[in-house]
């Protein structure tokens, strides 16, 4: 897989897993986690080491501090895995996705039009509603709901 490749291989649609983990902090920054497998009920361990050096690379270099979540998906090809975090106004989500080749799990960029599939995107779609729910309406913000509020299944 290359980075021009991304979106380029014919899939037909299946159901795939989606599992939620539990958060991890990472600094200043708390991060949800999920994983989605084309392969297996849940990605094994070395997908999980690829899912948090993306975290890793993405969040270190933020002077921001707050919440993110990760999305890793191992499919036939490679791994990709979506970081996502919101701005500290609450309303903005910023998102970095990078891909990596079964060969060599080393994270690298995906090319700047690629943000998520549509197995990734109903992680995504359900931290939008989330926060919207426990952080953006409430006043306070209830952090602790936003933590507890996940989704998994076969999308």
């Known amino acids: 897989m290359t980075a021009n490749s991304v979106g380029q291989r014919p899939v037909r649609y ?25 392969l297996r009920p849940a990605p094994p361990d070395e997908v999980h080491g690829f899912a948090r050096r993306a975290v890793e690379l993405t969040l270190s270099s933020l002077a921001d501090k707050g919440f993110a979540f990760s999305v890793v998906h191992e499919d036939e090809d490679g791994c990709y895995v979506v970081v996502a975090w919101w701005s500290p106004n609450r309303v903005i989500l910023h998102s970095r996705t990078w891909l990596g080749d079964w060969a060599d799990l080393t994270p690298i960029p995906a090319p700047a039009n690629a943000t998520a599939c549509i197995w990734e995107l109903v992680a995504i779609g359900h931290e939008r509603d989330a926060w919207v729910r426990h952080v953006v309406q409430p006043e306070p913000p209830d952090f602790p709901a936003y933590l507890t509020s996940t989704v998994s299944g076969d999308f």
């Open 14 to 38: 299946a159901r795939r897993s989606l599992t939620a983990l539990a958060p991890v902090a990472h600094g200043p920054w708390t991060v949800k986690r999920y994983a989605v497998s084309a």
